[in-house]
């Protein structure tokens, strides 16, 4: 008679001589109660603190969430929302931009929804914004999202935004925008007005004098603090700022900026509003002979695939949008849940290549 041992002995090999095929072991998942035992408080604890009841301290919810983290529970969506009338869904609104910035956010988004065990549900609009907006913020709602995220790049979006009265926490992702002092709606973004002084403040530091803005549209928040990081950071230095355009972010745009300034005089420095701004310009100054950067440094703002490999390659301001996604979604949720969180704006970084050299004297 056989006897029972390790899986794939001889003993356990059957009369026909075939082996069964092996069973791949399932690990089972961890639950509301094994998280109570790690965390030190009861069943009912930690369902308040997932549920977002008001009746936990602040310490207490704090060693839950530690515990959630450490055992790798995830919330039953589906029970959730049986007990709580809660979807565990975020919604999104966007306006349906191709542009980088809020393309690049929107994935990102997404993303860290999922990874914080929230699905999304995404909304997008268009003007006038008055009516979509409202539109798209009431469907959100009706369909029971714990909170919703708007990607408002463009001025006229958030100020129909902030005319919404929603029943859920709101954020506006709007670059340089104060919250409005609603507890219930407020904002988060990346500091690109520091990321557009640091740009800057890389030029002078270069020893350069005249640094010209070739920037993006004033109707998108974007646009108004690069140039405000632009204009703080020459002041600063007591330099005057130079030459500025407003442009609509494309490089053919950009590119016919370059030949104006190729006829008018070329400066010193610039500080382009976006990697598609910089290339355009790079393009027109090539064709025209002018060099880059022996005659002319210039810097973008993304830090877009590909920055690394124009000729020359790109100085430019690197956005973290996965950084800024993460953030949000932890913003939003903790308003969901009643935890304070840190709002402070995801810092940008420079990448410093060789489209920038210092100033040629004499």
Not at 323 to 338: C, H, N, Y
């Amino acid at each position: 008679m056989a006897k029972a041992g390790a899986e794939g002995t001889a003993e356990n090999v059957p009369r026909g001589g075939h082996r069964p095929a092996r069973v791949a072991s399932v690990r089972r998942k961890p639950s509301i109660t094994d998280v109570a035992q790690v965390a030190g408080v009861s069943y009912q604890t930690v369902s308040r603190v997932i549920t977002g009841s008001p009746s936990v301290s602040s310490a207490t919810r704090a060693r839950v969430l530690e515990a959630i983290a450490e055992v790798g529970y995830r919330r039953n969506k589906a029970a959730t929302a049986l007990v709580t009338n809660r979807s565990t869904t975020i919604g999104i609104v966007t306006d349906g931009s191709p542009r980088y910035g809020p393309v690049a956010t929107l994935l990102a988004l997404e993303s860290a929804a999922r990874e914080a065990g929230y699905g999304s549900a995404v909304v997008g609009v268009k003007e006038p914004y008055d009516r979509t907006v409202p539109e798209a913020m009431g469907s959100l709602g009706d369909t029971g999202v714990d909170g919703i995220i708007v990607i408002a790049p463009l001025r006229a979006m958030a100020t129909a935004v902030r005319k919404v009265h929603a029943d859920v926490p709101v954020e506006m992702i709007a670059a340089g925008v104060s919250s409005s002092g609603r507890e219930r709606l407020f904002t988060f973004s990346e500091n690109q007005e520091l990321g557009a002084r640091m740009a800057t403040q890389h030029l002078i530091d270069l020893g350069h004098r005249d640094i010209a803005h070739v920037g993006g549209s004033l109707a998108w928040f974007d646009g108004r603090v690069r140039k405000r990081g632009w204009e703080s950071a020459l002041r600063e230095a007591d330099l005057t700022p130079g030459f500025y355009a407003e442009g609509d972010w494309s490089p053919l745009w950009a590119y016919r900026t370059g030949l104006r300034l190729v006829r008018e005089g070329v400066p010193e420095a610039i500080f382009a509003a976006s990697d598609h701004t910089a290339l355009g310009l790079i393009r027109a100054f090539v064709e025209s002979g002018i060099r880059v950067p022996q005659d002319v440094s210039v810097v973008g703002f993304d830090d877009i695939e590909g920055c690394d490999v124009f000729l020359p390659p790109l100085t430019t301001v690197r956005q973290d949008f996965p950084a800024l996604a993460q953030a949000s979604i932890s913003v939003l949720i903790g308003s969901i849940e009643g935890i304070e969180v840190d709002r402070t704006p995801i810092p940008p970084a420079l990448v410093i290549r060789n489209s920038t050299t210092e100033r040629r004297r004499g």
